[in-house]
């Protein structure tokens, strides 16, 4: 990264200003923080230097959330916007993204909850040099960035997207898309046909949890296997721009992706040097390295031990999961797990991918 | 003429895989362990340090975890990340038997 991201915190209390920004500096992009404890401030700031991302609190005294939003919305329009609100309103809420906020975050409560909001930042800050896109009003802004800010935020909420005469809705619980229709269609191909539109407006409704799930596939698989279209400019995407911020999997790791609970994947060669290929992952070179050494060494390890060829390696964090397997022939091939996957599951998981991969 | 029958052809050692846990700081050396001791200090060190040595690196690679599965074709080491080091459990994986009937 040529440079590093700047993160504007706005919230009154300075508890939560030196708390969140001793956890915004420690994500991987190492973002600069600073924070400001009233909205005046925060706006007199971004008027003296560019700021990536304001992430700012609603109820504050003298200006509120809302009215810096709509001030800093109009004159900076390429700022991104997170609410960071202990209040839970959907009026606020409504508000707040009718006021072109990116994301609207419930205060964490809970290591989980605090993880999730990391990987949120982090996955926007990632994003900012994604392509223009022109969704929602909202500049470099695509609708496959906002359904995958709801899939990691684990939202549920109906999305109800329109464009012209076109409306379309996108259901999803707990981070899953579970059912979309457009017109005709429903399922992936609604959604596909959804994702295709090049502008359009949205609404949040109210979560549906008794809405029938008709898409069985991983909403990131789902949105992969989208992006890719859109990508490749074939079916009915041919005309639409690129997916903003998605990578779409090397040929050889495509069919991998759509497992389940899938986060990131990985192969060495044989050799150990020589073309890696890699999605989902930011440091593919450490990771590979590490992955590389870690095998030599375990098999090493078994070599000594005479228990026979290192089947499978697995490690289980707060953050994530991973797996790796080896073969002679083949190469190295790891996968990352979301880390709500639970460990047997891993395990499965891993043999399956890898039994698919050498195949 | 001997009355008990003596076998005095020596039988090659059956190897027995090391079983049971262990701890070890954060520069792999042991601190406590159910290891038996008919199993050599260093193969038992040997491990752990390999061990500590995985956690170490991932934390590098920017791929943290705590707990680590090694499954080898007949045996297993599962090992926990500790505050300054981790526990070691290892165990030879029980042979699944197939039967006809």
Known sequence: MASRHKILLLDDDEQILELYQELLQNLPSQPEVTVSSSGARAIALLETEPFTLLITDLRMPKMDGLQVLAIVRRKYPELRLIVLTGVLDEEYRSRAYALGVDLFWQKPSSSEEFQFFKDCIESFLGRETAEEGGFRGMQSKSLVDLIQLECLSQSSTVLRITQGGMEGKIWLQDGQITDAVAGDLNGEAAFKEILSWKSGSFELLPADPTHARMIAVSSQGLLLDSAQALDEGRGPYADTPGAAGTTPAPSALAPLVRFEGVDFLLTVPPSGDGERESWGLENTKEVSAWVWDTQKRLRELGDKLGVGGLAQVSGFGLNRHWAFANSDQKGLLCAGFRRAVPKDKVDQTMKLMFGKWIS | ?101
């Not at chain 2, 954060?26 to 038996?36: D, H, L």
């Not at chain 2, 001791?37 to 956690?55: N, S």
């Not at chain 2, 975890?65 to 459990?89: C, H, P």
């Open chain 2, 1 to 101: 003429m001997d009355l008990v029958r003596t076998d005095r052809t020596v039988k090659p050692e059956v190897k027995r895989l090391p079983t049971g846990s262990f701890t070890v700081d954060a520069r792999g050396e042991v601190i406590s362990s159910t290891v038996s001791q008919v199993f050599p200090e260093a193969l038992v060190r040997d491990i752990g340090q390999r061990i500590v040595h995985v956690f170490d690196g991932a934390r590098r690679a920017q791929l943290p975890f705590s707990e680590l599965v090694v499954q080898y074709a007949s045996y297993k080491i599962v090992a926990r990340e500790m505050r300054g080091g981790a526990i070691i459990f290892l165990s030879p994986k029980p042979v699944r038997m197939v039967s006809s009937s």
